[in-house]
């Protein structure tokens, strides 16, 4: 079984609130890209994990040297041999350093085990919740094979606040930390998107927390596309102050022809929104090579 981890993007980003336990209040769109990481899934006694692809080697490491962590190697595994649990509990946060798939692999109970390969395709801390979207898929693997429990809401929350939204992976607005979502119909499906990145990793914790703590009003309402052309990413200039360039990715993204520029979640990732692909093909090529990048459309 095979399931595409779809790219995350903020089309609009308001931080209304700082919350008393450190998270915070926001109104965001949610929308996904038809590309990112791809999770192929095989039934087996227990669950293992094996990370390949262009990010595989960016992922911490449980193990000291790093080992494990190569193109083609197992990366991250709930078993040390003898006879470990088929199904461990949750781990808790991100923070735990396991990979997120084996800790939503945790949150399922499941009748079998499952071999997972998650190609890394997508930046890790970039602000296209990588990890959130690799969760997802594999709550949707879970879900062609199982079923998922009534309350995988919740079990998602635990995991990040970007996971359930990327469990369905659809066009939505989140509110409260994130999670609490509302279908929207998008007009904005199929438009030509690229997303730029300029290979620094950004964590996301403290962006929120570099954060200024005004709030600049609520998202706009309207279709998908005005929420997008009124709203902004309340995130951009905290994450511009610890990752200055951005600044040069957005100036360039500002260069083409694209109706809409602006950052994602909390960076360092660039997005860019076209009316053509040859306008978007066109924008690809003018970016510097060193940079990464992915061209694609809106789901
Ligand atoms: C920036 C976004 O990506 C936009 O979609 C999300 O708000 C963040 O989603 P995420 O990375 O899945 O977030 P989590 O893994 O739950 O939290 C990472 C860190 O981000 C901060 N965080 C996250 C969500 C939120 N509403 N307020 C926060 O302050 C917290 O410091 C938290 O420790
Ligand atoms: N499968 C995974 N893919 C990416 N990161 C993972 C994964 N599992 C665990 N992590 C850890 O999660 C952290 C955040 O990575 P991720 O790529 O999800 O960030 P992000 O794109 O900024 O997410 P968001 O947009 O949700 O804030 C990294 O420190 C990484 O080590």
């Known amino acids: ?24 209040e926001l109104e965001t769109l949610f929308a996904f890209v038809d590309g990112g990481d791809t ?22 490491s449980p193990l000291p040297t790093g080992e494990g962590l190569g193109v083609g190697a197992p990366a991250f595994d709930d078993q040390d041999g003898a006879s470990p649990p088929p199904h461990p509990p949750p781990q808790g946060g991100r923070s735990s350093g396991a990979n997120i798939v084996m800790q939503a692999l945790g949150a399922l109970p499941r009748p079998n085990g499952l071999a997972i390969t998650l190609e890394k395709n997508l930046p890790v801390a970039a602000g ?53 979502l509302e279908p929207i119909d998008s007009d904005l499906t199929g438009t030509p998107v690229l997303l730029v990145n300029p290979r620094v990793p950004l964590a996301t914790g403290p962006v929120f927390k570099a954060w200024d703590g005004k709030d600049r009003g609520p998202m706009p309402e309207g279709t998908a596309r005005e929420i997008a052309q009124a709203g902004r990413n309340d995130l951009r200039d905290p994450a511009i102050s610890q990752c200055p360039v951005i600044a040069e990715v957005l100036a360039a993204l500002g260069q083409s022809a694209a109706w809409k520029v602006e950052m994602s979640g909390s960076g360092a990732t660039c997005f860019a929104l076209f009316d053509t692909t040859e306008a978007r093909d066109a924008a690809a090529a003018a970016m510097p090579s060193e940079w990464w990048q992915m061209a694609g459309k809106l789901r």
């Open 128 to 180: 296209l919740g990588g990890g959130s979207a690799d969760a997802g898929a594999l709550f949707r693997v879970v879900e062609r094979a199982h079923g998922l429990p009534d309350d995988w809401r919740t079990r998602a929350a635990k995991l990040g606040a970007d996971v359930p939204a990327c469990v369905e992976s659809i066009t939505c607005v989140g509110r409260g930390t994130g999670t609490d």
């Open 39 to 60: 999770l192929l899934a095989k039934r087996a006694e227990q669950d293992r994990l094996q990370v390949v692809g262009e990010f595989s080697t960016f992922l911490t």
């Open 1 to 24: 079984m095979q399931e595409t981890a779809y790219a995350k993007i903020n089309l609009a980003l308001h931080v209304r609130k700082r919350r008393e336990d450190g998270y915070h």
